[in-house]
């Protein structure tokens, strides 16, 4: 999560995340500052000084489609200072554009200095983070070479090579090496009295394998851009259900706002270009399996666009072959693309990465979703192959014919737990320890049986193929019916988070179970009795429910998946209630999303702290929680959707 002061811009999949002066520091950790352009840091410093002086805020950067500030240099009472700057920064696909306007408070004319120091860095996203990893780049080499306009910055390394030039108009007076690769653009520029000059600075990202950015603009062309390809995304009206809770409409807008902006460019099977929801920024501006998928479900009903490119997007990357180190499998569906550095030179496997045992399941569970609610075939039609090469995958390598049920061991060289709740240890017994694969998560199957059933019906309506569909049908009833007998707990009476390797109960009490009654896998008793439960105060915190129930040993309020409260998992749980009936749970649950979002200015986090609003009266965040995100941006749309369906 970025810092309270700091204003994050994006657009075609690019972000910047700017200081309260509009400036970059390049600084790391949870929250770094800076441009990134397909997963790397293209621009690290951006700091100004007038007259040698770095300006002081007077109103701090703010804006979404584009970003404005205020700075004066220091004064006092008796001696206001003598300048004003005035900031304008605006994005368009891999372009940083800004407009400087500097005044003369005085009643005499006078030469400014003005300065800006500017590097690029070329970090890659997973160098930012604070994990303690490093990685070898033997032979690299970064350079700066100075132009009239301004200077060019280039990264090599092998058959790598990213660039980022920065131009002026009018050109700098003089560039000048600071240190490394930093370099200061110097103007002298002279002011008459009262007077104003203007500069137009660009910083322009030339990733390897990226179609070139835009033509230079000025921000508020690029704003201009930015707001019309937002509004014919966000303008279409949504219907409110009767007594919806105060706060819906404006968290749906900003939700879709979100959504908007959050869209990045993928390939179709056949190259045409798509748009599809990036999962969220700092560090996921991509398409990601199954966050992608998700998103889309929640949106399915008022903007189906989203499944339609999210369907196209991830049949094109659909796995073909084994890759161990990727952890591909045919039929499998990716769970994440990454563009940088070192996913090209394999240091990680995350370039298309297939560490996922839900994305398969889910890719066929939207397929049919968006069929139904369209009722337009043709896509359904189209992605026919791809739709029987993930079935293929969920007998074969996802386990249902040699365990039963869709497993994953831990991944060695990428993730040790493949389910939504991917960090190390959130796959944990009772008493905290990490389960051992290879692993079946309750929420799989769930969404396992709603695959076979769905793809079922497309089979026997559609592909004309009634022998597979009655396969598919029989293996749905067999799985649902061992569900309950294997993963149910007598004791606690709620379904396990998992079975292990070795067939036990991984006895933790989990938000997992939730998704259950969404997938449709437990009877009405049962699902009736877990949605009952999920509303007691161990799970629910008023705001969101707790993806591990409070009071047990693993629990943690400040832990990413032991203890947090996230609100897509939320939501499929609202979707869940509302499907099996359960109208005051439903309804309460709702109230609290929407409370939630009302606190930060309508916008849902990726994840909130799990303590309970007894406890502060506001939701606490999570430190280091994206935003926005997509499938958070999302929820308020699955909040509408699931009081949309109660009477």
């Known amino acids: ?97 800004e407009s400087i306007q500097l005044v003369n408070n005085r009643p005499a004319a ?175 501006l991509s398409l990601y ?17 989203l499944a339609a490119g999210t369907l196209g ?16 499998q045919p039929g499998r569906i990716v769970h994440e693309i990454r563009h940088g550095e070192l996913a090209h030179f394999r240091q990680v496997p995350y370039g298309r990465y297939y560490g996922s045992v839900d994305s398969t399941p889910l890719f066929l569970v939207l397929l049919d979703s968006y069929t139904q609610a369209t009722a337009d075939p043709a896509l359904a039609l189209r992605l026919e192959k791809q739709a029987r090469a993930a079935i293929a995958w969920m007998y074969r390598d996802g386990g249902l014919d040699d365990r039963g049920y869709l497993v994953y061991s831990p991944d060695p060289h990428g993730l040790v737990n493949q389910n939504w ?65 294997d993963f149910w707990m007598a004791g606690p009476d709620f379904p396990a988070l998992a079975l292990d390797g070795q067939g036990r109960h991984v006895d933790s009490l989990a938000s997992d179970a939730g998704h259950l009654l969404w997938s449709g896998i437990l009877d009405e008793p049962h699902a009736r009795r877990v949605g009952r439960r999920l509303l007691e105060a161990d799970f629910f915190t008023g705001w969101a429910i707790r993806t591990l129930a409070a009071g047990q040993p693993g629990y943690h309020p400040l832990s990413y998946h032991r203890g947090s409260c996230w609100p897509h998992d939320t939501a499929v749980i609202l979707l869940g209630l509302a499907r099996h009936g359960l109208a005051d749970e439903t309804r309460a649950v709702a109230r609290g999303l929407v409370a939630a979002s009302t606190h930060t200015d309508h916008r849902l986090p990726e994840v909130m702290a799990g303590y309970d609003l007894t406890q502060h009266r506001r939701p606490v965040p999570y430190p280091h929680s994206c935003s926005p995100q997509a499938w958070a941006a999302a929820t308020p749309l699955a909040v509408l959707t699931s009081l949309s369906t109660l009477p």
């Open 1 to 97: 999560m970025t810092g309270a002061a700091d204003t994050t811009l994006i657009h075609g999949g690019t972000f910047a995340v700017l200081g309260a002066d509009g400036g970059l520091t390049g600084r790391r950790g949870s929250s770094p500052d800076g441009l990134f352009h397909r997963d790397a840091r293209h621009v690290s410093r951006w700091t100004l000084t007038v007259d040698g002086e770095a300006p002081v805020v007077l109103v701090p950067s703010a804006g979404e489609t584009s970003a404005h500030c205020m700075l004066t240099l220091p004064g006092t009472r008796d001696e206001p200072p003598a300048y004003t700057v005035f900031r304008e920064q605006a994005l368009a696909a891999g372009l940083l554009t």
């Open 110 to 284: 006078t030469t400014a200095v003005l300065a800006l120091s500017v590097d690029a860095d070329f970090a890659d996203q997973l160098e930012l983070r604070s994990d303690k990893r490093h990685y070898a780049k033997d032979g690299a080499r970064r350079t700066a070479t100075v132009r009239p306009d301004g200077v060019d910055f280039a990264y090599e390394r092998g058959d790598w090579l990213a660039r980022t030039t920065v131009s002026a108009a009018p050109a700098p007076t003089a560039v000048l090496p600071v240190q490394d690769t930093t370099h200061r653009l110097e103007w002298r520029l002279d002011l008459p009295a009262h007077g104003t000059t203007q500069l137009l600075l660009t910083a322009r990202a030339h990733a390897p394998g990226a179609p070139q950015s835009p033509a230079a603009t000025t921000p508020a062309e690029a704003a201009a851009a930015l707001a019309a390809d937002r509004a014919a995304f966000v303008d279409a009206p949504l219907p409110m259900p009767a007594h919806a809770p105060e706060g819906l409409a404006a968290a749906c807008a900003r939700g879709l706002s979100d959504l908007a902006s959050l869209r990045v460019n993928a390939p179709g099977p056949d190259g045409e270009l798509l748009r599809v929801p990036g999962a969220g920024v700092p560090w996921f």
């Open 289 to 305: 399996g199954r966050d992608s998928l998700l998103t889309s479900l929640f949106a399915l009903p008022y903007r189906p666009e």
């Open 313 to 328: 997007a991830l049949a094109a990357t659909q796995g073909t072959g084994y890759d161990a180190f990727r952890n591909e």
């Open 421 to 485: 709740k991917d960090s190390a240890g959130a796959i944990c017994f009772l008493d905290g320890s990490q389960a051992e694969g290879p692993i079946a998560v309750a929420e799989a199957q769930g969404y396992a049986y709603d695959a076979l059933v769905r793809t079922a019906r497309l089979a026997r309506t559609l592909w004309d193929d009634t022998a597979y569909a009655e396969r598919l049908e029989q293996t749905a009833a067999d799985l649902r019916s061992r569900f309950t007998r």
